[in-house]
């Protein structure tokens, strides 16, 4: 089972400001990584699938990247809607799958 | 409009029973894999079931193995959770959620469509 650890766990960012939000996979799962936002009372929402893919009505503003095991999310230009929490997903293969811990992107 | 609605949550003593279910509107059911992702309160996502598109196949989290049974309906176009000998650490909101197509009747992994979830307490 891959095990997802994302940095950092909290994240302080004004408004206008770039957040960069990391995960690594404890194996090698090719570009298999997808990633959520959550906020408060929410579901969850498909941001980005295929490491580097934006999900349909998902603004340019975000922007996924990496292979392998080293995966990175950003948020250019932060905007107030953005503050939430993050999860990245590996999906290589069959499940069992684990998330990430989660990144939560707080105003500064 | 394309949708995922979960029923069924609420109180239930430890050791007890309880069947949560999903309904999809508004796009090919039988397309999807679908998959339930819970989260305990304060805490982030647990994946702990993933069901094929005919419903034959399933998958599930060692922490739920054994007891919770997942399944569909595609004339209903629904997918349902049933949980056995609950424990107080199942207290969570339940998710339901649809996987996309990689080609057909081979998913991705990845969750595009959630449910507003429904919770469940466990306790005495």
């Known amino acids: 089972e891959v095990v997802m650890t994302q940095s950092p766990a909290s994240l302080s960012v004004s408004p206008g400001e770039r957040a960069i939000l990391s995960c690594r996979a404890s194996q090698n799962i090719n570009n298999n990584l997808a990633w959520y936002q959550q906020k408060p009372g929410q579901a969850p929402r498909l941001l980005i699938y295929g490491a580097a893919t934006r999900a349909t009505g998902i603004p340019v503003r975000f922007s996924g990247s990496g292979s392998g095991t080293e995966f990175t999310l950003t948020i250019d230009s932060l905007q107030s809607e953005d503050f939430a929490v993050y999860y990245c997903q590996p999906y290589n293969d069959w499940p069992p799958w684990t998330f990430g811990q989660g990144t939560k992107v707080e105003i500064k | 409009q394309v949708h995922l609605e979960e029923s069924g949550g609420g109180l239930v003593e430890p050791g007890g029973s309880l069947r949560l279910s999903c309904a999809a509107s508004?796009?090919?059911?039988?397309?999807?894999?679908m998959g339930w992702i819970r989260q305990a309160p304060e805490k982030g996502l647990e994946w702990i079931s993933f069901?094929?598109?005919?419903?034959?196949?399933?998958y599930y989290a060692d922490s739920v193995r054994g007891r919770f049974t997942t399944s569909r309906d595609n004339a209903k176009n629904s997918v349902y959770l049933q949980m056995n000998s609950l424990r107080v650490e199942d207290t969570a909101i339940y998710y339901c959620?649809?996987?996309?197509?990689?080609?057909?009747?081979?998913?991705?992994?990845?969750?595009?469509?959630w449910g507003r979830g429904t919770p469940v307490t466990v306790s005495s």
């Open positions: 959620a649809r996987a996309p197509p990689y080609s057909i009747g081979y998913p991705t992994g990845y969750f595009d469509l």
């Open positions: 069901l094929s598109s005919s419903g034959k196949t399933v």
């Open positions: 508004e796009f090919t059911f039988t397309n999807y894999y």
